[in-house]
């Protein structure tokens, strides 16, 4: 068992309680339809390097700048979203997945 997938208290879709962040400076605190949570992780904005390069030319992926990927999309596991946004993001996964393994 790695040691960083050991939970240390129960999930939860609410992190009002500033006790459960790590960042103060997040907006949206709940995990609704469309606002997704990660545990923040030490990618930084090195996604974007396959990321952007696969995704659609209209992506909003395309628009996030360099620091702003590093400050605000460094996301990793756990991940906590709703029943529907996660069949769509596993949809897109699909779609994603071939195209950064040719890049």
């Not at 090195?46 to 702003?68: F, L, Y």
């Amino acid at each position: 068992l790695d040691p960083d997938h050991i939970l240390l208290r129960p999930l939860t879709e609410d992190f009002s309680d500033p006790a459960h962040l790590f960042r103060a400076d997040m907006g949206n605190r709940k995990v609704t339809h469309g606002h997704p949570f990660a545990q923040e992780y030490g990618y930084g904005a090195d996604w974007m390097r396959k990321g952007v390069e696969v995704s659609e030319e209209d992506s909003p992926a395309r628009k996030i700048r360099q620091q702003e990927a590093a400050d605000y999309y460094p996301a990793g596991p756990p991940y906590l979203a709703t029943g529907r946004d996660f069949y769509l993001i596993a949809k897109k996964w699909t779609e994603y997945v071939p195209k950064v393994h040719k890049v």
